[in-house]
């Protein structure tokens, strides 16, 4: 089956733009993460969306960054005035969400390269 | 808080060699445990998982882990690497209930014929 997309997989933007990233999740997968992943670097979490809601957005660096799921399926990554250290690679994932507490496998989308000139 | 190192950063073997990449993690309670590959330009793609049980867990492509709690080890192996595995590669942990992972900084992986 079709696994987790992202668009644009390349993006160029000039410092203080506003950039969107978007993540389709695997169907049925009900739990969508955001990370950000910086050259040399592994995956650091962002936000974690269960259905429509942020369970948690601690990881979010500052208030130019949101995210959005209004439906519980697609989800944006918003930007605002884009700096140059926000360029990296931006991940998203999707999981099951599996009863009794226990975790399912997170399947990563390929990721959308932001550089910020 | 939970974490996770990965001691080493860059890793050459020879192809047909065998192959161990360690990662120790930091957490209280039973972690789940994760391998990911990431090839260049590509995603991450979960070679294996341990979750509960046998704490040896077998993945795809010829690899395997083996959970160790007395050391907050969980050790990635391969009996003989082909050229193709050259990548980076993750360890990751989580908790219970679809909570987000920690990654560690990954080691590189190249391989001489």
């Known amino acids: 089956g079709a696994g987790v997309s992202q668009t644009p997989s390349n993006k160029v933007t000039e410092k203080g733009k506003y950039v969107e990233l978007r993540c389709d999740p695997i169907?049925?997968?009900?739990?969508l993460y955001w990370y950000r992943q910086s050259l040399g670097q592994g995956p650091e979490f962002l936000i974690y969306f269960q259905g429509t809601g942020a369970a948690d957005d601690s990881g979010l660096p500052n208030d130019r960054f949101f995210a959005v799921r209004p439906e519980g399926s697609v989800s944006t990554l918003k930007i605002q005035r884009t700096e140059r250290g926000d360029s990296a690679v931006y991940l998203c994932a999707s999981s099951l969400r599996l009863a009794g507490g226990h975790t399912d496998t997170q399947y990563f989308g390929p990721g959308t390269r932001l550089t910020v000139l | 808080a939970q974490s996770v190192t990965q001691p080493d950063i860059h890793i050459t073997v020879s192809e047909g060699a065998s192959l161990e990449l360690r990662c120790n993690y930091s957490?209280?309670?039973?972690?789940?445990l994760f391998w990911y590959v990431q090839s260049p330009g590509q995603g991450l793609q979960l070679l294996l998982k341990y979750f509960s049980g046998d704490t040896l867990v077998q993945g795809i492509k010829g690899f395997e882990a083996e959970f160790k709690r007395s050391q907050s080890s969980f050790n990635l192996r391969k009996p003989s690497v082909h050229w193709s595995d050259a990548a980076e590669y993750f360890c990751?942990?989580?908790?219970?209930?679809?909570?987000?992972?920690?990654f560690g900084k990954g080691t590189r992986l190249s391989v001489i014929a």
């Open positions: 957490y209280g309670a039973t972690p789940y």
């Open positions: 990751a942990v989580g908790t219970s209930g679809n909570t987000p992972l920690v």
């Open positions: 169907s049925g997968h009900t739990a």
